[in-house]
């Protein structure tokens, strides 16, 4: 089953103590990307990555790592967690489409579960 | 700085109302819209849009982009309890998706 998966889906954690939230696709889809969903906010963009080795900062970078050591892979780091990054996390790939953006290719983005971050 | 609005934030309807979810933004490199309907777990994928005036169709849902007034709208006809969600708009100009804070549509029956 073609699938995104995150872990853990729920943590709790004290401010300062380092946690990384897995993500991990079975569809060899270059494009992956993490983001925040906040209440009034909506999806934020934190990382995204074009393929493996490529990494780029999204809209809210600050305070999280991220790696693509691998294709399927794609974690994020939290070196020193603080309270405003609790939060709601998704993580999402698809595969690389059309530069013009005129294919289908956008359909496919498909969103892991989500992982629920609460940082005390 | 790309900027994605929807409105409204909230909508409360009755089941059997009609629905126009509203979405306008500000990109430099305007390539599509899209529409994501989210209930309680990840967003799912629902249109994407990329020329103005033609509409696509899903049941009863269907949504519309109008490249001149820089907005697209959502509709739902016949509402159903089922339709209860956020619904999230983005556009993308590349790499990056840019979401709007999402309209949390409720339908009473």
């Known amino acids: 089953e073609a699938q995104v998966t995150q872990n853990p889906r729920y943590l709790i954690t004290v401010t300062g103590k380092k946690l990384t939230v897995t993500c991990s696709q079975n569809m060899n889809h270059e494009y992956m990307s993490w983001y925040r969903q906040d209440p009034g906010l909506g999806l934020r963009q934190i990382y995204y990555?074009?393929?493996?080795?490529?990494?780029d900062k999204g809209d809210v970078p600050e305070g999280y790592k991220v790696s693509r050591k691998e294709k399927r892979n794609f974690p994020l780091i939290l070196e020193s967690p603080s309270p405003n990054q609790t939060s709601l996390y998704f993580c999402?790939?698809?595969?690389?489409?059309?530069?013009?953006?005129?294919?289908?290719?956008?359909?496919?983005?498909?969103f892991g579960p989500g992982t629920r971050l609460t940082v005390l | 700085e790309d900027k994605v609005v929807q409105s409204p934030l909230s909508l409360v309807v009755h089941e059997g109302d009609t629905v126009t979810l509203n979405c306008s933004y500000e990109?430099?490199?305007?390539?599509?819209l899209l529409w994501y309907k989210q209930e309680k777990k990840a967003p799912t994928f629902l249109f994407m849009l990329t020329s103005s005036g033609i509409e696509k169709k899903s049941g009863r849902l269907s949504s519309i982009l109008d490249k001149k007034e820089l907005s697209s709208i959502l509709n739902i006809t016949a509402t159903q309890t089922g339709d209860s969600a956020i619904y999230l708009c983005?556009?993308?100009?590349?790499?990056?998706?840019?979401f709007g804070e999402g309209t949390q549509l409720t339908v009473n029956p």
């Open positions: 999402a790939s698809r595969r690389r489409g059309s530069e013009t953006g005129a294919t289908s290719s956008y359909n496919e983005q498909f």
């Open positions: 990555s074009m393929n493996v080795e490529v990494t």
């Open positions: 983005a556009e993308t100009s590349g790499s990056r998706l840019t």
């Open positions: 990109v430099t490199n305007f390539r599509s």
